[in-house]
């Protein structure tokens, strides 16, 4: 069993910035994918970003240029580094661990709001 742990997140103003963590505790895979989802109201939770532990990432192209994903495997952490942030970054991001293609473990979810 896995259990994440997100932190970071909080009110910003457009174009401010905040970085989420998001800690592992349990039994982590070099084969699992770490990465960030986000729901905002209304809306279906989508993909944010995606890191493999050798480094390799996707992004979704809303957020190209403006995120960074990173992983740290020793740590078992994954952060999320958001920049130029906009209104609509505006969601709850989830912290998620992906093994053997399917979205196993979720955190609890942490806002993040940027609103002038």
């Known amino acids: 069993q896995v259990q994440l742990v997100e932190s970071g997140g909080g009110l910003v103003q457009p174009g401010g910035s905040l970085r989420l963590s998001c800690a592992a505790s349990?039994?982590?895979?070099?084969?699992?994918?770490m990465g960030w989802y986000r729901q905002a109201p209304g809306k279906q939770r989508e993909l944010v970003a995606r890191?493999?532990?050798?480094?390799?990432?996707n992004y979704a192209d809303s957020v190209k240029g403006r995120f960074t994903i990173s992983r740290d495997n020793p740590k078992n952490t994954v952060y999320l580094e958001m920049n130029s942030l906009k209104l609509e970054d505006t969601a709850v991001y989830y912290c998620?661990?992906?093994?053997?293609?399917?979205?196993?473990?979720w955190g609890q979810g942490t806002q993040v709001t940027v609103s002038s």
């Open positions: 998620n661990v992906e093994r053997n293609r399917i979205l196993l473990y």
């Open positions: 349990g039994r982590i895979s070099s084969l699992d994918v």
């Open positions: 890191i493999t532990s050798g480094g390799l990432t």
